[in-house]
């Protein structure tokens, strides 16, 4: 890979760099009115599309995941997909339906460690359907559960063998005569014998019956969807669960803590495998913790986590049972004198995210997004400032504690662009692509280009020592230059790419804002 980014995109689009998106607001579900005040059980915490882009899930802090479904392409009576291959003009913008939600976890309490689990939902997963139900997995800091989402059809009684005349509601057929006699009867049943309390008038008349009708089951017409948890992973990690991944084999998938990872089969909840152990002996040496992990979307042997020291390690699963060696390390050179007492802290890595086609890797540390090319592990064949009049107030972030925060990020399906979040509900797509000057700035709200600033387009170009490295984005966004007239309280941290088109999902406290270009 040669030049400030060249070759980034897939082989049909890596020539010339693409123009621009004009991003326009789509949906948003659980908007604010002005003055409301929002409860912290409503604050999403994890967004996640589903393989083919039709189902959307988010999970709050609540413990809560709520499900949307696609319905546009419903509307034009076939699969979007199928219209684009027969240059189908679609005038309608993507538009997603509320579908269901259910509680995917509950508050716990740890009575050996005194410690309370918060249901806060921190990753989503979409596993391969079947049968028309989905699959997904969801997890909190210490459980991970399977749920399987199934429409199924209303069932009712009916032909029930009861007058319906004399029926009260649901009830018994009560006869309000308050005594009642009856001549005896075969069988000992007394006929003049007062009866002093109500009952059924269910005698029966002479002849008997012509037939007995029972009770039938029919299926209606009417569904309803039926979330149910299949299993439950438990008790496999001592610290806060930060990442679940799929694995491309569509049977296995690992979980990460701070110190381990954990190898599953989907159909085994009793027993998981370490595969990354970085805990050391005496804690005391501990220097750097796992930060996030992702599975390879092709090679199922292949998978990479980062680290708080800004480090991205892939590993072989067919080197060895327990990967303590990897096989490529990924990190950026310090340049020299640029240290100071922030350093390591924003260099932590929050996020990361392998491309559709598996061959760059996406990284999220406090101030930029790095895109690595894992054939090439000398550096970042780009990086993007996202917020770099920030670097001024960092020590105001690190006494409210803002420089902590950790932000998502995303690709695009044909992997030209990414996108991530910042303060003030904003959020940033970068073109990556060779001589793209894409950096576009959107607020999360119905207006996205409100906060939009004109900027002196800057052609990608060689920085440093690092030829292939190519540095945009650093514009002000709406801010002075120590970055005031921001709101750290409001932060953009979950945002997700539709896997096929142009489409971002943003979530902005209890809101979810869509937007489509």
């Known amino acids: 890979m040669n030049g400030g980014g060249e070759g980034l995109a897939a082989p049909a689009t890596s020539g010339a760099a693409t123009a621009p998106l004009d991003w326009k607001f789509s949906q948003v579900f659980g908007e604010r009115t002005a003055g409301e005040e929002v409860q912290e059980v409503d604050i999403i915490s994890a967004i996640e599309f589903d393989r083919t882009g039709d189902h959307l899930a988010t999970g709050d802090r609540g413990g809560r995941v709520v499900l949307f479904e696609r319905t546009d392409a419903k509307e034009n009576g076939a699969h979007r997909k199928d219209l684009e291959r027969m240059d189908y003009s679609m005038s309608k913008h993507p538009e997603f339906r509320y579908k269901t939600e259910f509680q995917s976890h509950e508050p716990e309490f740890d009575y050996l460690k005194s410690l309370e689990i918060e249901e806060k939902i921190n990753k989503i997963r979409w596993c391969q359907t079947a049968n028309g139900a989905l699959f997904l997995l969801s997890t909190n800091d210490k459980t991970i559960k399977f749920w399987k989402v199934q429409e199924k059809k209303v069932k009712k009684l009916s032909e029930i063998n009861v007058d319906q005349s004399k029926s009260l509601g649901n009830g018994p057929v009560v006869d309000s005569t308050p005594e009642i006699s009856k001549p005896y009867l075969a069988n000992g049943v007394c006929k003049d014998k007062p009866i002093s309390f109500p009952s059924n008038d269910s005698s029966i008349p002479s002849g008997g019956f ?241 906060r939009q600033v004109q900027t002196p387009s800057r052609p990608a170009r060689s920085l440093g020592n690092l030829p292939r490295v190519l540095r945009r984005g650093a514009d002000n966004s709406g801010a002075d230059t120590n970055g005031n007239g921001f709101d750290f309280t409001t932060k953009l941290l979950h945002l997700a790419w539709h896997p096929t088109e142009n489409s971002l999902a943003c979530a902005a406290s209890n809101s979810l804002y869509m937007y489509y270009a």
Request: hydrophobic share 35%.
């Open 210 to 450: 012509p037939s007995l009708r029972m009770p039938v089951v029919v299926t209606s017409p009417e569904t309803s969807l039926l979330a149910r948890c299949r299993r439950v992973y438990a008790h496999a990690h001592d610290y806060h669960i930060n990442s679940i991944s799929n694995n491309s084999d569509g049977e296995t998938f690992i979980s990460a803590d701070d110190l381990r990872i954990n190898l599953w089969n989907l159909e085994i909840s009793s027993q998981s495998f370490n595969i990354v152990d970085v805990k050391p002996t005496n804690m005391e040496d501990l220097t750097e913790v796992i930060t996030s992990a992702e599975f390879h979307p092709t090679h199922c042997n292949t998978l990479a986590y980062s680290s708080s020291k800004g480090s991205i390690r892939l590993i072989d699963l067919r080197q060895s049972a327990l990967c303590d060696n990897h096989s490529k390390l990924f990190e950026e050179q310090e340049a020299p004198g640029s240290r100071s007492f922030f350093t390591e802290i924003i260099a932590s890595i929050s996020d990361i995210k392998f491309a559709k086609n598996g061959r760059h890797i996406l990284s999220r540390d406090y101030m930029t997004l790095k895109l690595w090319d894992i054939n090439m592990d000398s550096g970042p064949v780009a990086s993007f400032q996202v917020h770099e009049y920030l670097r001024p107030k960092l020590c105001d972030l690190y006494e409210n504690d803002s420089i902590f925060d950790k932000f998502e990020c995303c690709l695009s399906g044909d992997g030209v662009r990414v996108a991530t979040g910042s303060y003030s509900n904003l959020f940033r797509v970068f073109g990556c692509s060779e001589g793209s000057t894409e950096a576009t700035t959107l607020e999360a709200s119905k207006n996205p280009m409100r």
